[in-house]
């Protein structure tokens, strides 16, 4: 069998440890592996693909990126960009592909499955949204990055009894800044699910004042809401939909409402792709080798429209549209323990 793998939307730590697993299993099962480059837009027109043996995976484990390259180019989105993509699949006598990604690369995935396609999927997002898997490749990695980068902005807060504001990713849901602020000891925690109006976040900075609290540290998610903050626009959106949240300037914004609100210096930090640069953290290369095995397993067993996704802690296969149908957001619970402990 000819399998193919390829890796979609914004790029994470993990990626080449799962397209090394895929990669060796399938060679030293038989099979023959080619690698699609540069996401999606690697299955249009002829076709961008590059064979993958054994020399080409050497030293991948502990590289950050992607080996294979990344885009956001969007197939369904394109006219006849789906039957480019089964078109481009026969050019290249590809049997069977490994798409992994997050919610926009996982939906041309199901896609392609409902069409016939013989395809199977590996989660992959450093926004930790997508549904039923426990795991995402390079959320683990990014939150080590967050919480030191927060201890890192405590020493500078504390040694000029400054506010700290620290933005970090998450276009829709907090998972980094929630996670990234209990690991860090982050004292406010501004995300999506649970909205702060910006009166009650200059009160708690003033409150830490007055208890001679000097500085103090604010994680928050980019894609946040703050009633009574004015936000800048998004930048352009991609191929599929989504604005470049960055641009919002949300953190930036925030330290200087701070600032002319109670007059206590502030700063901000935008953490932005440190995020999702770098090598993996080890749970980050060790779920990839799993997954990537269960993939092309998946695969001899002729098995498709699934992904290799982590449930009650072990490898499962899920439907490809149970991952995508809804965004996981950060519970109650969760965001109680970082509101408890801060
Ligand atoms: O892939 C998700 C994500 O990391 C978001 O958190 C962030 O908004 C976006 O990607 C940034 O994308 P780009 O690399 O295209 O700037």
Redesign the pocket.
Same mark, same amino acid.
């Given at each position: 069998m000819r399998i193919a793998v390829l890796t979609g +939307? +914004? *790029?994470?730590a993990g990626l080449n440890a799962a397209i090394r697993s895929v990669g060796r299993h399938a060679l030293r099962g038989g099979d023959e592996v080619v690698g699609v480059l540069n996401g999606w837009a690697g299955l249009l027109g002829d076709g961008d693909t590059r064979p993958l043996d054994e020399a080409a995976l050497l030293g991948a484990l502990r590289l950050g990126g992607t080996l294979l390259g990344s885009s !956001?180019t969007n197939p369904l989105r394109i006219d006849d960009g789906i039957a480019q993509v089964e078109a481009a699949m026969a050019a290249h006598r590809i049997d069977a592909l490994v798409a992994i990604g &997050?919610d926009d690369t996982l939906s041309v995935a199901a896609r392609l499955a409902e069409r016939g396609a013989h395809v199977v999927g590996i989660p992959k997002?450093? *926004?930790f949204d997508l549904a039923v898997t426990e795991y995402c490749i390079g959320f683990d990695s990014a939150v080590a990055i967050v919480a030191e980068s927060l201890d890192r902005l405590h020493t500078t807060a504390a040694s000029h009894h400054r506010v700290m504001v620290c933005e970090v990713? &998450? !276009?829709d849901t907090g998972w980094?800044a929630v996670m990234g602020g209990i690991a860090g000891g982050a004292d406010l925690c501004l995300i999506p699910e649970f909205p702060l109006h910006l009166d009650e976040i200059v009160a708690r900075i003033a409150a830490r004042d007055a208890q001679g609290k000097t500085s103090s540290i604010i994680v928050v998610a980019? +894609?946040a809401q703050i009633a009574g903050l004015t936000a800048e626009a998004g930048g352009p959106a *991609?191929a599929f939909g =989504?604005q470049?949240?960055?641009r919002r300037a949300l953190g930036e914004r925030l330290a200087d409402a701070i600032e002319s609100a109670n007059g206590h210096e502030s700063r901000a930090t935008v953490l +932005? =792709?440190v995020? !999702?640069g770098g090598s993996p953290v080890a749970t980050d290369r060790i779920w990839p080798s799993r997954l990537g095995m269960a993939a092309v397993d998946a695969i001899r067993a002729d098995t498709t429209g699934v992904a290799a996704a982590v449930v009650a802690n072990a490898e499962q296969l899920v439907p490809l549209g149970d991952l995508v149908a809804e965004q996981k957001r950060v519970p109650a619970p969760i965001y109680q323990v970082f509101e408890a402990l801060s």
């Open positions: +939307g +914004g *790029d994470a !956001r &997050g997002t450093v *926004d990713m &998450g !276009r980094l980019e +894609g *991609d =989504h470049n949240l960055a +932005g =792709h995020q !999702r």
